[in-house]
């Protein structure tokens, strides 16, 4: 068991994540900022674009973070090939995504950042999910049931597209869920 010599803040309005760390029992609150650039330079290798993204979020928050508080910020991506695939921005971007995914293995990599006011860890974890071959009329009703708008890559593993689609996976099933629980368990008890 974890115990916190520091506040610990999850810097993510996601449920998933918030569900997700709160299976470690570990004492936490949310703290959302607003506006947070999260762009990176076009040359970045694609396995670093998660992990340069969790560290912009977490300098962020380090110019106004207090003494005794540890901020815990990520970042997932879905990778096709040499294709980024974030948030899909409506209907038409999610189908092309899905439609994309189809029939193929893909990675999904979250970029965690562990930050207090005297030094930050950064890791990024990459599981390989494939999916059967998806049907339209499938790939049409999850995105209309579903609304996947929230999630990288237009899907999330958790719901029936995972159920009925995801034939097979090699690494976190909780990473691709958005946080990788287990590697922020073992950098914590570091921290701690």
């Given at each position: 068991m974890v115990t916190a010599r520091y506040h610990i803040i999850l810097a993510s309005n996601s449920p998933r994540r918030k569900e997700l760390l709160a299976g470690l029992d570990i004492p936490f609150d949310v703290r959302v900022l607003d506006g947070i650039d999260e762009s990176y330079p076009d040359t970045l290798p694609t396995k670093e674009i998660a992990g340069f993204i969790s560290k912009k979020k977490a300098d962020a928050y380090r110019q106004t973070m207090k003494d005794d508080e540890l901020i815990i910020?990520?970042?997932?991506?879905?990778?096709?090939?040499?294709?980024?695939?974030?948030?899909?921005?409506?209907?038409?971007?999610?189908?092309?995504?899905?439609?994309?995914?189809?029939?193929?293995?893909?990675?999904?990599?979250?970029?965690?950042?562990?930050?207090?006011?005297?030094?930050?860890?950064?890791?990024?974890?990459?599981?390989?999910?494939?999916?059967?071959?998806l049907t339209d009329e499938e790939i049409c009703y999850y995105i209309e049931h579903y609304r996947p708008f929230d999630k990288a890559g237009a899907y999330g593993i958790q719901e029936w597209i995972g159920h009925?689609?995801?034939?097979?996976?090699?690494?976190?099933y909780f990473n691709v869920m958005g946080l990788p629980v287990q590697r922020i368990y073992e950098a914590l008890k570091d921290f701690l």
């Open positions: 910020t990520a970042d997932t991506i879905v990778v096709l090939g040499q294709e980024v695939m974030g948030k899909p921005r409506d209907v038409e971007e999610a189908r092309r995504m899905l439609r994309a995914l189809s029939g193929k293995t893909h990675q999904v990599i979250t970029g965690v950042c562990i930050t207090t006011k005297a030094r930050q860890s950064d890791f990024s974890v990459e599981t390989d999910v494939t999916f059967k071959i009925i689609g995801v034939t097979g996976m090699k690494g976190s």
